[in-house]
């Protein structure tokens, strides 16, 4: 099992950037495929960006693609998101997951056992 803490959530505006960070506890961080998802109120929480454990492999849902970019230090237990270009529909808690069996159903939030707290990202226009 290993423990989520999301950090560098905030208020910024239209067209600012932000960077997320989510540290994991243990040892063995770097065996685990890591993802973000976003929950807007009155919304499902949906997928945002994966990575996979060596982070060659990474999949953006497409509303972030060419803004978002996902990245992981695994010496630091850490993985990344770095949003640029933020819009007021990136407006959302973030959460950042974690699985230590690849699936191909990365998408799915069903997917992942483990979950951090999340982190306010709100967007004004």
């Known amino acids: 099992q290993v423990l989520l803490l999301e950090s560098g959530g905030g208020l910024v505006q239209a067209g600012g950037s932000l960077r997320l960070s989510c540290t994991g506890s243990?040892?063995?961080?770097?065996?685990?495929?890591m993802a973000w998802f976003r929950q807007a109120p009155g919304k499902e929480r949906e997928f945002v960006a994966f990575?996979?454990?060596?982070?060659?492999?990474?999949d953006y849902v497409d509303s972030v693609k060419g803004r978002f970019s996902i990245s992981r230090d695994n010496a630091k237990n850490t993985v990344y998101l770095q949003m640029n270009s933020l819009k007021p529909e990136d407006t959302a808690v973030y959460y950042c997951?974690?699985?230590?069996?690849?699936?191909?159903?990365?998408?799915?939030?069903?997917?992942?056992?483990?979950w951090g707290q999340g982190t306010q990202v709100t967007v004004s226009s």
């Open positions: 990575i996979s454990t060596s982070g060659v492999t990474t």
């Open positions: 997951a974690a699985r230590l069996i690849f699936s191909t159903g990365w998408r799915r939030k069903e997917e992942y056992d483990q």
């Open positions: 243990g040892r063995t961080f770097s065996s685990y495929y």
